[in-house]
């Protein structure tokens, strides 16, 4: 019997866009920005879900399926989230968030439309980052619903007109709103006030849990393996939580909830991950005031089965 194909996902690249990306980051003026953006608005991008309903090997490419799907969301220092975008399969590979057995990860392709339609029922996401772990480029949710609407007015009282010239009135919109001088320059400023709010943060006591640009090329999955089948060994855990700290010294934090002796539980499951991996290693109680973004941001990677068939 021959074996069955799964459904292949869409190829995408987008050569355009990352040209324009690298060009306006290099000269930043109105020339490359329109440039830059007509090609935002036009490409297509591979974005990580987890959908309730995942494709199966009946469906064939361009199958419309109605589920709920979960975004994977990346967090910057001001506690905003935004969902990421990724230009092509390379950029893609840079995500160290990695999919489980339990929540297995699909990989959509969705424009900038898409986007709004998403932003205009989820209240949680601030916007898309285009290659997080590459250019870094930001859009959030405001300057998107802007740029589209003053695109569309420019459409509707002059056409034809091209999408350049809809580009370009819709930055001229925005500089009379004064929301922002430029949209990319204005992501640029807020990554600057980030590094500010993050060096006053070191005197506060509870943690911000932070996603930045900087990609760990360690694999995570022999330290979560290796954790969970000793986790399964202490009865007195219930469950753990792991998160990837990234930045100029990446390191993992974990959350462990065990009913009682936690400070011995924590010690004993700090030994054990530095057998899994050499980057510095943080463990917490999941009652600890420093872990309660962690606990109630993440789902757990390890968690005690229970009922008659352990």
Partial sequence: MADEKKPQPQKVENPVLIEAMQTFKQEMNRENEIKFLNAMLNARYLVPVVMETPPDTSMTPGTQVRTRVAFQMLTNPAGEKFIPAFTDTEELAKNPVKADAEHPRQIVVMRVTDFAAVFAQNEIARGFVINPFGQNMCLNRDQLRMLLAGAQQTKVNAQPASLSQQVDAAIHNLDKEKEME??????????????????????????KIVQTKNPVAENPSDLVDGLSRFLKKQKNVNRAYMQLLLGDAPRYLFAVDCDDDAETTCAAVLAEAKLHTELPVEVLSASDKAAKALVNNEKPFYEKKRGLFK
């Fill in 182 to 207: 430029a949209i990319i320059r204005a992501a640029k400023e807020s990554e600057a006030r980030a590094a500010e709010t993050a060096a006053q943060q070191e005197e506060e006591t509870e943690r």
